[in-house]
T-cell receptor
Framework: GAVVSQHPSWVICKSGTSVKIECRSLDFQATTMFWYRQFPKQSLMLMAT?????????EQGVEKDKFLINHASLTLSTLTVTSAHPEDSSFYICSAPLAGGPTGELFFGEGSRLTVL | AQSVTQPDIHITVSEGASLELRCNYS??????LFWYVQSPGQGLQLLLKYFSGDTLVQGIKGFEAEFKRSQSSFNLRKPSVHWSDAAEYFC???????????FGTGTRLTIIP
């Protein structure tokens, strides 16, 4: 099946620094990728839709300047948490649909756990 | 607005016993429904999906789910659970032509010997 990989799988950073998380589709092209955030013992909340060649679409309440998304190629989307603070600590998961596949069928990355000290 | 409700936050089942995880949805039309499983610290794996047709769908790892329009439900079942089934289970829906998923809050499944 289609594989989506995230890197790093976990990262610890100091407050005020920026952290970049990569999401790659390894064996298929993804014009769209979705970024989710998951708090401990809670569900996944959609943050934004990453679109190759155009600006990302953010969900209501998500700060665009805080969470920078760049869809650099058909296989890579990056999420940069800028000026990170402890409240940004979370599990971030990306997903991508397989082009030509059934609508709504997404492939998820392994997730990236961010801890901001 | 569409929503997904998983009434059970945590369920404990004995190994070998049957399992049913509940999922209710709110949506104006027939949604696309999914069940995903998440092991600790991992991403999500698709167990099964319902788009149309037969309301009883079979998935991987011996799971099945039944779509009941009258009850707005899509409950997940397994006749006999294994210790490896311990995980977090998420029900989700999307609307036609849109891959955005709305997730339920999840049900954590614990298996006891």
């Amino acid at each position: 099946g289609a594989v989506v990989s995230q890197h790093p799988s976990w990262v610890i950073c100091k407050s005020g620094t920026s952290v970049k998380i990569e999401c790659r589709s390894l064996d298929f092209q993804a014009t769209t990728m979705f970024w989710y955030r998951q708090f401990p013992k809670q569900s996944l909340m959609l943050m934004a839709t990453s679109n190759e060649g155009s600006k990302a679409t953010y969900e209501q309440g998500v700060e665009k300047d805080k969470f920078l998304i760049n869809h650099a190629s058909l296989t890579l989307s990056t999420l940069t948490v800028t000026s990170a603070h402890p409240e940004d600590s979370s599990f971030y998961i990306c997903s991508a649909p397989l082009a030509g596949g059934p609508t709504g069928e997404l492939f998820f990355g392994e997730g990236s756990r961010l801890t901001v000290l | 607005a569409q929503s997904v409700t998983q009434p059970d936050i945590h369920i404990t089942v004995s190994e070998g016993a049957s399992l049913e995880l509940r999922c209710n949805y709110s949506y104006g039309a027939t949604p696309y429904l999914f069940w995903y499983v998440q092991s600790p610290g991992q991403g999500l794996q698709l167990l099964l999906k319902y788009f149309s047709g037969d309301t009883l769908v079979q998935g991987i790892k011996g799971f099945e789910a039944e779509f009941k329009r009258s009850q707005s439900s899509f409950n997940l079942r397994k006749p006999s659970v294994h210790w490896s089934d311990a995980a977090e289970y998420f029900c989700a829906l999307s609307n036609f032509g849109n891959e955005k998923l709305t997730f339920g809050t999840g049900t954590r499944l614990t298996i006891i010997p």
